[in-house]
């Protein structure tokens, strides 16, 4: 494996609460392989980010949490296509 070899992948981040509610994020970012993908690792780049979401594991009404990385992970994949070449 290359010290260069770069992923494409779907990370979920706790950003600062507000009011002492917690909010997150899903992110899709391009990183080393290897790395976990979060913003203070080195050489990592964010491709698309989420809105803000309460409780993004919860299947309640409230959380949006299913639908995001649903959302994510298709737009994970089509960042994989282009570097990959399949579409145009």
Do not use: F, H
């Not at 917690?22 to 690792?41: A, P, T």
């Not at 594991?57 to 570097?83: C, F, H, M, W």
């Amino acid at each position: 494996m290359s010290k260069n070899e770069r992923t494409i992948k779907t990370v979920l981040v706790s950003r600062p609460a507000v009011k002492g509610y917690s909010r997150w994020e899903y992110r899709v970012v391009e990183c080393e392989i290897g790395q976990n993908g979060y913003l203070n690792e080195r050489g990592v780049k964010v491709l698309w980010r989420s809105a803000d979401l309460y409780r993004p594991k919860t299947k309640s009404g409230r959380g949006k949490g299913p639908e995001s990385r649903a959302y994510a992970e298709r737009i994970r994949q089509d960042e994989l296509n282009k570097v990959m070449g399949l579409v145009g």
